[in-house]
C-alpha cells in the first residue's frame, strides 16, 4: 500500500489546498474563530453555538472517516482502475484533500447551512468557523494516514466503532447525516429529537 503514500509534491499540493479553502472561507465572510472567542480542543454539545467552532467536537470521527473513505477511492481510482499505480501517491492524497477542502467550503454556504437547519438534528448550526474547517481537513488527513497504515479491517472496525459511538451518544453520524441531508425520513429525525 506504499503506493498510497503522499509524495512531497502531493504535501505541497495539499496544502496550496488546504491554503485557498481557508482563504474562500475568509472571502465568505466565515469567522475566523469562535464569536465566543476562544479556541477549544474539544466541544461537545452538537446544538450550542460553539459547535463546529473549535478543533474537535462529536463530527470530527466523521471526517476521520471521510480520510478512509478517500484513502479507499484513491485505491479504486489509481490501482484498480490502472491509472497507475506510480501515481497513486500524488494524486489520490491531494485528491482526497482537494474533496474535504470543498466540501469544507460547500457545507458553508447558506443553502447548505439552512438545509442542516432544516432536517438534521443541527437545528442551531450556524456553519463553521475556519479554523476548525481547517481542524477538519487535518482530521481527514488523519483518517487517510490510518488508512494508509492499517490492514483494512482494522480500517473499517475503527469507522464503525466511530459510527456506533456517535449515534449512541449524540444520535447522529456520518450515516445519519448524509441520509438526513439528502432524503430526511422522519423515523430518524424523531428518534434524533429525543436525545
Not at 491554503?19 to 452538537?46: F, K, S
Not at 453555538?49 to 479504486?76: C, E, K, R, V
Not at 475503527?158 to 449515534?167: C, G, K, R
Amino acid at each position: 500500500m506504499d503506493a498510497l503514500k503522499p509524495h512531497r509534491r502531493a504535501w505541497i499540493a495539499a496544502a496550496a489546498i488546504a491554503l485557498a479553502a481557508l482563504v474562500i472561507l475568509l472571502a465568505m465572510g466565515r469567522p475566523p474563530i469562535c464569536t465566543c472567542g476562544t479556541v477549544e480542543l474539544w466541544y461537545g454539545d452538537i446544538n450550542a453555538s460553539g459547535n463546529s467552532q473549535h478543533l474537535s467536537d462529536w463530527y470530527t470521527p466523521s471526517h476521520i472517516i471521510h480520510g478512509m473513505i478517500f484513502y479507499a477511492l484513491g485505491l479504486l481510482l489509481f490501482g484498480k482502475w490502472g491509472l497507475g499505480s506510480e501515481n497513486a501517491g500524488k494524486y489520490s492524497f491531494t485528491l482526497a484533500v482537494f474533496l474535504e477542502a470543498f466540501w469544507e467550503v460547500l457545507e458553508n454556504t447558506p443553502f447548505v447551512i439552512d438545509r442542516y437547519r432544516s432536517v438534521t438534528v443541527n437545528w442551531g448550526y450556524s456553519g463553521d468557523s475556519v479554523i476548525n474547517s481547517m481542524a477538519d481537513i487535518g482530521w481527514m488527513s488523519f483518517g487517510f494516514y490510518l488508512a494508509l497504515k492499517l490492514p483494512v479491517r482494522v480500517t473499517i472496525a475503527l469507522a464503525l466503532i466511530a459510527e456506533i459511538v456517535t449515534a449512541l451518544v449524540v444520535r447522529d453520524n456520518l450515516t445519519l447525516n448524509v441520509i438526513m441531508l439528502l432524503y430526511p425520513m422522519d423515523a430518524i429525525a424523531e428518534w434524533q429529537g429525543h436525545a
